[in-house]
C-alpha cells in the first residue's frame, strides 16, 4: 500500500515522501530509518512509481536535461529551456516550480525532495550525490542507464503476457458466445423434436436455457462479483496474505525472489557508483523491495553497519544467490562493489526474461489445447443428439 509521509526537511521546512508499506507504522519506521523525522502519516496521496513516472516523464527529462548540459550551458539555464519548449501544463509547472526555487538559491536536489509527485527518492539521491562531486552529467547517465534496462525488462515480462492474455480473453468470449446464444438455440430445436437426451447434452441444454432466461441477471451478478473481488483484494491484508501464498511456492516464489533482488543489485549499484554510501544506500531500497523481503535487508543493514562485510551480511540473511554471492566477494576483493552489483542484477535479469519466455512457450500451446478441448466438448454435446437421433433412424 502507498503512504504518503510528511517529514521535516533539512531546512526547516516539510517535504512528503511516498512509500510502499503493509501499514502506516511500517511507513513510519521506513521513513524514520531513512533519516527523516516523521509528521504524519497518510494512506494514498500519490500514484506508484511507474504511474508516476507516466504523468511526469522523468526518463525524457533526464535525457533532455543531459543533452543540454552536455552542451555547457548551466543547469539554470537548461531546465528554462525545457520549460519554454513544454506544452504539458503538468510538466511545465512542474519545471516552473524547480526554476523558480533555483533561482532563489536552493540546490537542485532540495527542490526535487520538495516534489515527490515526480521525482521518487532514488532521482533525489543521485542528484544530491552528485552535488558532492560535482559530476551531474555522470549521475544523469547513470539513471538513464539504470531506468532504461528497468524499462527493457519491465517490456519483456508485459510483452510476454499479452499472448496467454489475449488466448484467454478470445476463448473466453468463443465460450460466453456458445453458451449464451448458440446453446439456446439448439435448446429449442430439441425441446420440439421430443425424445430423450444424454444426461450431459441435458445438461448443457439446461445450463444454455437458464442463460437465455436470466442473462442480464447472470451478467449483473459476474460484474457485482468482479467489483466485490477487487475491492477485496485491494485490502492490504487480503493481499498480503495471497503474496505470501504465491511467494510459497516453489518454482514462483524464487522466481519473484531472484526478480526482487535483481532490482535490489541494480539500485544498490547505481547509488553506490553515484558516491552513497553503502548504508544509507541499503536504507534507501528498503521500500523497493517486497514486504517478505523488508526484514531480512534490515538485518543485512544492521550487520554492515557494524564491520561486517556485505557478501557476509547478505548471505547470512537470505538475500543472495551463488552467482551474487561469488561476484559480491570479487567487487569487495577488487573495490567496485557498484560495477559488480550491476553485472548480478543484468545477470539475473535476462535469466528471468530467459525463463519468462521458456513458460510463455510452454503455456500458450497448453492455454491453446485447454481452450479448444472446452469448446470441442461444447460443440460433441450439442450434437450428439443428433448423431443418436441419426442412429435410431437407421
Known amino acids: 500500500m502507498l503512504f504518503r509521509v510528511k517529514t521535516m526537511a533539512d531546512a526547516g521546512g516539510v517535504g512528503v515522501l511516498a512509500l510502499q508499506a503493509r501499514d502506516a507504522e511500517e511507513a513510519a519506521a521506513l521513513a524514520r530509518r531513512q533519516g527523516h523525522v516523521v509528521l504524519s502519516v497518510a494512506r494514498g496521496g500519490f500514484a506508484p512509481f511507474g504511474a508516476r513516472a507516466a504523468r511526469f516523464p522523468l526518463l525524457l527529462f533526464s535525457q533532455e536535461l543531459l543533452a543540454l548540459l552536455e552542451s555547457g550551458i548551466s543547469v539554470v539555464e537548461a531546465i528554462e529551456t525545457l520549460a519554454e519548449k513544454e506544452a504539458r501544463p503538468t510538466v511545465r509547472n512542474a519545471l516552473a516550480t524547480i526554476l523558480g526555487r533555483l533561482r532563489e538559491g536552493s540546490t537542485l536536489s532540495n527542490v526535487l525532495s520538495e516534489m515527490p509527485e515526480h521525482f521518487p527518492d532514488l532521482f533525489v539521491a543521485t542528484i544530491r550525490a552528485s552535488e558532492r562531486t560535482s559530476d551531474l552529467d555522470e549521475s544523469l547517465r547513470r539513471f538513464i542507464a539504470y531506468q532504461t534496462q528497468l524499462d527493457a525488462l519491465r517490456s519483456k515480462l508485459v510483452s510476454a503476457a499479452i499472448y496467454p492474455l489475449l488466448l484467454i480473453g478470445v476463448g473466453g468470449l468463443v465460450i460466453i458466445f456458445l453458451l449464451g446464444f448458440v446453446v439456446p438455440r439448439f435448446a429449442h430445436i430439441y425441446e420440439d423434436m421430443g425424445g430423450e437426451l444424454p444426461w450431459l447434452s441435458q445438461l448443457l441444454i439446461e445450463w444454455g436455457g437458464l442463460i437465455e432466461e436470466h442473462g442480464l441477471v447472470a451478467l449483473a451478478a459476474l460484474i457485482g462479483a468482479g467489483i466485490g473481488l477487487y475491492k477485496v483484494f485491494q485490502r492490504p491484508a487480503i493481499r498480503a496474505r495471497l503474496g505470501e501464498m504465491v511467494w510459497r511456492l516453489p518454482k514462483i516464489g524464487e522466481r519473484l525472489r531472484v526478480f526482487h533482488l535483481a532490482r535490489c543489485y541494480r539500485t544498490l549499484g547505481m547509488l553506490l557508483r553515484g558516491g552513497i554510501p553503502i548504508v544509507p544506500a541499503l536504507e534507501m531500497i528498503e521500500g523497493l523491495l517486497a514486504a517478505t523481503l523488508r526484514p531480512q535487508l534490515a538485518k543485512s543493514t544492521a550487520d ?85 437421433l441419426a442412429e435410431n433412424i437407421r
Not at 559480491?328 to 535479469?349: K, S, W
Not at 492455454?367 to 461444447?378: A, D, N
Open 304 to 388: 554492515v553497519r557494524q564491520g561486517i562485510p556485505i557478501s557476509q551480511a547478505m548471505d547470512g540473511h537470505g538475500l543472495t544467490t551463488p552467482v551474487a554471492l561469488r561476484l559480491l566477494r570479487v567487487g569487495e576483493q577488487a573495490g567496485n562493489m557498484g560495477e559488480m552489483m550491476e553485472r548480478i542484477a543484468t545477470f539475473h535479469d535476462e535469466e528471468t526474461a530467459r525463463w519468462t519466455e521458456l513458460v510463455v512457450r510452454l503455456f500458450g500451446p497448453l492455454l491453446m489445447l485447454i481452450i479448444g478441448v472446452l469448446i470441442g466438448i461444447i460443440v460433441v454435446l450439442l450434437y450428439l443428439p443428433i448423431f443418436q
